[in-house]
């Protein structure tokens, strides 16, 4: 608790009586619209479920979200605009039947390992997969592609509607299934003739005869899998761009059957879950926040009035969370796994939200971050393994995660603190019941299967006895498919029915939101929508004063902001301290050597560290966004102290993939090279010489198969 | 025929709803996703501009005056704040009526004047002027309940 301005040591009657007082207080004075809850991709779904239901209808805010805002939203957009409703349709098994993958925007070498060895076992195997690969970085996979479009910023968009324009002249597309399952193609087809390869190979700076070749394989594949990641999540026009790699499948025929798959892509383990539950901008279980029938059966549910559920607009988005907290009509701010103090854009301004006077701010973690420093009250929480729970990843699979060991000290499961807050809130329902009635994460599960019957997102045929010992179970798993579902959609007949959609749609330039007699119209009897956008360029681009163009990205080494991986010395040592990239002409030109310390600037920040000469395209500047400063007093390394406050109209995900910085060398190498790893994207260009990342014998394992 | 004084008053409204977008999105920068939409908007209405002028100058121009009343009553002074960028907003949603429903009677007349060009002009641009309500009404709604109850 902060006494005086320190955080010192407290109980838990204290740091959760501090907590209820200025809930009380706020509530009394200002009402739920006062609350604000800023969450993560890492809990369990319990623990979303239940902070749903807190925030929902226990104090009636709409002002929840998550960081997942930053890692998925864009998946989750494109997937309820195209499809009716959140849910991947694919399965990561296509992987294994696929003739042909294409990566979107998606480092998957560096950001899912275990999928990217998938991958290589088919790439090494008989009959390999042909890979295309959308990337500016030259990015492991990228290496391996067939095909690499090494897209300028911020042109995703542009790439889309040429590879559909090469899809649609050349008639690969399947007009059986167009016709029989989809709206929308005229509009689509009239869009993207405006995108003959010659142009956009000059938006896109990619050479002309790549996007023919790419659009040629694509466009004969039988089996075609795609995969879409923070390359255009976290990029300019992002559902927009989303939205046309669902295109492609759908005017393909290829959706729900081996190989042919979406994989719109989740950042984090259970992004999944904090969609599902309506731990974010989002109703539990897929509902949509327009259809009162659906909001009628979450107060049945929780036995709550109707009215005590917000729902007079779409669930508010985060980053308008942190602005209501700015302007002061957020004065308590809970937030929970998740570390903005390094992983939000402009972090100059985020830092002043956090240290407002105004604003409460709970931070509940598993360790000390930079955004727990300018807490009010830390709540120390259990990590997984230290916790029972389940986690559901992109390809809808549920797990049971159980506790391995104790949490250390007085640390408590993420779960128990809301319960506990719940219960000393005296949350109530509609007869004077407690609102929260259940008490461990197994009594949740239960809970949570009543929300999701009936939804697509059906745990109802689940349980804690199923999933133990089995590897998980994909969902929807109810009577009608006991075992789960592979694949989504396999009979052409999507969620769009008005009465069941999780929206009425969206325009994809603005954002602006259709109604339900809007939808109604449409008689979309369970076609899919083939949504068309022109090509808009970025609103900030490289000028003279910023002539590059910057991007944030990851490294395999690290995840999120280093809070845990930094503490595994093995990972820390392999990528110790923060980057940038610049690639050997614009290293020439600035008179830059490997190593080198240069400063980056940009509207909003500046950053110093070592540049690393790589393969990335010209005119680009990478910097990993890891790097934060609990474990650094140095200058600012950070990569959002430079990213702009901006996003995507539609699925409202920050632009980290845009933007424009200068750079300047401020002084040599002194011997030592960038502290990137060699092993990844930010491999040294050749003719650079640098020491080779090496695990070193802290990491080494010995394996001894069969008996001893 | 008044059809080209529909046609005048129509090309100045969307002159001065271009303006109005860029003016009510420079007064409220730091509502970021407002100031770029309505820069989006802007650029919208410049084009619907645009695509009418071969049909005012084959109609013959008629410049009524209450476009530029409209835009003077509208947005002279624009508002700061939060209650202030509802109240502006409020402002767009009302010239951004007037475009839609000029945009109905001009479709009308073309259609009974068997101008398929300038019947494909209001096709394409009376549905974008749709979204450009569509947008306003959903960005206020966000904003109301906070800007009503809870912001000081």
């Known amino acids: 608790m902060r006494e005086n301005g320190e955080l010192v040591e407290a109980s838990w009657d204290e740091a959760m009586g501090r907590v209820v007082e200025r809930s009380k207080e706020v509530l009394e004075e200002k009402g739920p619209l006062a609350f604000g809850f800023y969450t993560t991709g890492q809990l369990f779904l319990e623990e979303y479920y239940t902070l749903g239901v807190i925030g929902k209808a226990g104090l009636g805010t709409p002002h929840m979200d998550g960081n997942t805002r930053l890692c998925t939203a864009t998946a989750a957009e494109a997937l309820k605009q195209t499809f009716g409703t959140d849910g991947q349709p694919g399965s990561y098994a296509d992987v294994d039947h696929a003739d042909t993958i294409c990566l979107y925007g998606h480092n998957v070498a560096e950001t899912q390992a275990v999928l990217w060895m998938r991958m290589l076992d088919r790439l090494e195997g008989p009959n390999p997969p042909k890979l295309v690969v959308v990337d500016p970085r030259p990015t492991p996979a990228a290496r391996r592609a067939d095909v690499h479009l090494q897209v300028k910023n911020g042109t995703n968009m542009a790439l889309m509607n040429g590879l559909l324009h090469e899809i649609i002249a050349n008639r690969w597309y399947d007009e059986g299934y167009v016709a029989a399952h989809t709206l929308g193609f005229e509009d689509l087809r009239t869009t993207v003739e405006e995108y003959p390869p010659e142009k956009l190979a000059a938006i896109c700076e990619v050479p002309e005869n790549q996007i023919r070749e790419a659009a040629r394989i694509i466009g004969e594949s039988e089996r075609l899998l795609s995969t879409v990641l923070q390359g255009f999540y976290q990029s300019h026009q992002a559902t927009a761009a989303s939205c046309q790699v669902n295109n492609i499948h759908l005017i393909r025929g290829m959706i729900g059957k081996p190989g042919c798959g979406v994989l719109q892509m989740n950042g984090q383990p259970t992004a999944q879950n904090t969609r599902e539950c309506g731990a974010n901008g989002d109703m539990p279980a897929f509902r949509n926040w327009d259809n009162v029938e659906h909001i009628q059966e979450l107060a049945e549910l929780w036995n709550v009035e109707r009215m005590k559920i917000p729902h007079w607009s779409s669930p508010t988005h985060a980053m308008q969370i942190w602005r209501y907290a700015e302007q002061g009509s957020i004065q308590l701010l809970w937030i929970s796994a998740t570390n903005p103090a390094v992983s939000l854009p402009e972090l100059p301004r985020i830092r002043e939200i956090l240290e407002k006077e105004d604003l409460f701010v709970v931070v509940q973690d598993i360790f000390l971050t930079e955004t727990a420093r300018y807490a009010d009250v830390v709540l120390p929480a259990a990590t997984w393994g230290e916790k029972t729970g389940t986690f559901t990843n992109a390809d809808r699979t549920v797990h049971l995660s159980e506790k391995a060991v104790d949490p250390p000290g007085e640390t408590k499961s993420d779960l128990d603190i809301f319960l506990d807050y719940a219960r000393r809130m005296d949350f109530r329902d509609k007869d004077g019941g407690p609102l929260i009635k259940w008490y461990n994460p197994e009594s949740c599960f239960e809970a949570w299967k009543e929300c999701s019957q009936g939804r697509p997102c059906d745990y109802t045929g689940l349980s804690y006895d199923k999933l133990r010992g089995s590897s998980g179970v994909q969902w929807p798993c109810n009577d009608e498919h006991p075992d789960g579902t592979e694949r989504l959609y396999a009979d052409g007949s999507f969620n769009t029915e008005t009465d069941y959609c999780e929206t009425y749609g969206r325009d994809l330039l603005t954002g602006a939101e259709s109604t339900e007699v809007e939808h109604r119209a449409l008689n979309t009897a369970g076609w899919a929508f083939l949504l068309a956008a022109e090509y808009q360029p970025p609103h900030e681009e490289p000028d003279e004063e910023y002539p590059f163009s910057y991007t944030t990205g990851r490294t395999i080494y690290h995840f999120h902001t280093r809070t845990k991986t930094a503490r595994a010395p093995q990972l820390q040592s392999a990528a110790p301290d923060a980057w940038v990239e610049l690639s050997p002409a614009d290293a020439e030109s600035l008179g830059v050597g490997e190593g080198d310390v240069v400063r980056v600037e940009s509207p909003r920040g500046r950053l110093e560290a070592k540049a690393r000469i790589s393969g990335i395209k010209e005119g680009v500047v990478f910097a990993p966004f890891h790097y934060g400063y609990f474990d650094s007093d140095g200058p600012p390394r950070a990569a959002n102290e430079l990213t702009i406050t901006e996003w995507d109209p539609a699925s409202k995900q920050p632009l980290y993939r845009v933007g424009a910085v200068r750079v300047t060398r401020i002084s040599d190498s002194g011997g030592m090279p960038a502290p990137a790893p060699t092993t990844t994207a930010s491999a040294p260009s050749s003719g650079v010489s640098v020491p080779g990342t090496a695990a070193g014998g802290d990491a080494e394992v010995e394996e001894i198969v069969g008996k001893e | ?152």
């Not at chain 2, 090309?11 to 970021?32: M, Q, T, Y």
């Not at chain 2, 770029?36 to 071969?54: F, G, I, R, V, Y």
Request: charged content about 25%; overall charge negative.
């Open chain 2, 1 to 152: 025929m008044h059809l080209a004084n529909y046609l005048g008053y129509l090309h100045r409204a969307e002159i001065n709803l271009a303006e109005g977008f860029r003016k009510v999105g420079d007064s409220h920068a730091e509502e970021v996703d407002v100031y770029h939409t309505c820069n989006t908007l802007s650029k919208q209405c410049e084009a619907h501009a645009d695509k009418l002028q071969p049909f005012v100058e084959r109609y013959g121009e008629e410049k009524p005056e209450e476009p530029e009343n409209l835009y003077h009553e509208l947005f002279d002074e624009t508002r700061s704040g939060g209650l202030g960028l509802l109240r502006d907003m409020q402002d767009l949603y009302l010239m951004a009526n007037a475009c839609d429903i000029s945009w109905t009677m001009i479709g009308q007349a073309s259609q009974g004047a068997r101008d398929r060009e300038l019947l494909e002009v209001v096709n394409a641009c009376e549905n974008q002027t749709a979204a450009q309500i569509k947008w306003l009404k959903t960005r206020m709604k966000q904003a109301a309940p906070q800007t009503l109850l809870v912001a000081s």
